[in-house]
């Protein structure tokens, strides 16, 4: 008999931050996971994630909308589908469903989690296998408190946790905004990189003035300045200024990624594993940016250890990337959800080992937080 998926199951969890994380659209005190706990006849189990930020506040999903597609339209698509296809199974959704790109992503990593498990293979070796083991990971400094998170930069740095810094900007005047990134900057002078993330808030004459000042006081990247739908005019950013622009919510997939180079594009673009639907869907992007020589950078939409573990295992297949990556979400939360947290040490993060994401649940924790 073939090995097919039984049960597809979903949970809400709900998870402290540490401090308040600041954002241009919103400021969180609490991540919202779904958990995916995907069941096959062979007994094995995958684990899936699918988390977004600030609820609807950054994209058209948030965490109860994921849940109740998954449950309601996705989950009847691959009950009884044979559980190793998962070319079959990707293919289905994409037939009968639209968007949903972070309720796939979940799916899918669940899919790849027990086929490695199955197998007894990572999901990096069922990609084809490791080429970096630890990653380089940058944090974000959002307190939105200059002298907060000056302090908070160089604990970091005394730790050897982190030597690249992100700022979220946008919610405020573009000239506060500048001059809290130009003190930290200054602060941490040649130890630490430091760009900003505008999450689009800014209309492209904002952003003139914004990026020559920024580039002026050393900022060495500077993430969606503007609309996502604003692609000639982050071309024409790109190509006015020395400091690169990293394209975010503008290339969600190989089409956007395309569609940007054909235009011109120089400069890099962020990698995200919920945006583009999957693993597979954000390789095919890293693909056509590496034809272009566009710099590649490891994003998050702040997953938990099980989507931050996923992330790095694609990842992993990866040449070392130019900028790096951001897989800080385990440490932004007060508490876990896992046996054994991911190893962060040296700057960097340590590749889960292990057959699948390399991942056990604790389920004392998960039935505490859970919704």
Known sequence: MPIV????????VDLPTIRPHKLSMTTMACQTMVIVRMRHSDGIEGLGEGTTIGGLAYGPESPESIKCNIDTYLAPLLIGQPSSNLNNARALLARHTRGNMIAKSALEMALLDAQGKRLGLSVAELLGGVRQEH?????????GDTAKDIDE???????????DFKLKIGANPVDHDVRHVAAIKNALGDR???????????????????????QDAGIELI???????????????ANRFNVPMLADEAVLDSRDALDLISAGFSGAFALKI?????IYGVLELAHVAQAADVGLYGGTLLEG?????????????????AWGTEMFGPLLLQDDIVESPLEYTEFGVALPSGPGLGITLNEDKLAYYAR
């Open 5 to 12: 998926i039984q049960q597809i199951e979903t949970l809400l």
């Open 153 to 163: 930069a160089m604990l970091r740095l005394e730790q050897r946790r982190h030597c």
């Open 135 to 143: 990653m380089p990971v940058l944090w974000t400094l959002a307190s």
């Open 192 to 214: 630490a990189s430091v760009r900003v993330d505008v999450n689009q808030a800014w209309d492209e004459s904002t952003a003139v003035r914004g990026i020559q000042a920024l």
């Open 223 to 237: 993430e969606q300045p503007i609309g996502a739908r604003e692609q000639v005019g982050l071309v024409r950013l």
């Open 274 to 278: 919920a945006k583009s639907g999957g």
């Open 305 to 321: 250890t099980i989507g931050t573990a996923a992330s790095l295992h694609a990842w992993a297949t990866l040449p070392t990337m």
